[in-house]
């Protein structure tokens, strides 16, 4: 098993920034790609970015393409997700996702075997 605790989540003005992470602990050792997806509230889960197990794979939705940037620390077991230019409409629980093996990034959440619990993020207009 993998647990996935993200981190990083908060409130913040339009325009603003923030950085997540998601840190794994358990059965770490091989690889796994990792993602982040969304969920605003009334909607269905969106899934926002992913990186292959080497990190030289990623995967962008329309959305945050150009805003967003997925990276990796595999000596730390943490990935991380900074946002920049926050708008209203980012506003979500994002949570952390993980596949084990080693793949490239995905964005079919399905095949992900993992997921955190979830950090708010919040972007006041």
């Known amino acids: 098993q993998v647990q996935l605790i993200e981190s990083g989540g908060g409130l913040v ?25 969304r969920q605003a509230p009334g909607k269905e889960r969106e899934f926002v970015a992913a990186i292959g197990w080497r990190g030289d794979s990623t995967y962008y939705s329309d959305s945050v393409k150009g805003r967003f940037t997925i990276s990796r620390d595999n000596a730390k077991n943490t990935a991380y997700l900074q946002m920049n230019d926050l ?3 980012d506003t979500a629980v994002y949570y952390c996702a993980a596949r084990r093996g080693y793949y490239g990034a995905t964005s079919r959440t399905p095949l992900y075997d993992y997921w955190g619990q979830g950090t708010q993020v919040t972007v006041s207009s």
Do not use: D, F, I, V
């Open 87 to 89: 708008k209203p409409e």
């Open 13 to 37: 003005q339009a325009g603003g920034s923030l950085r997540l992470s998601c840190a794994a602990s358990g059965r770490t050792s091989g690889g796994y790609a990792m993602g982040w997806a």
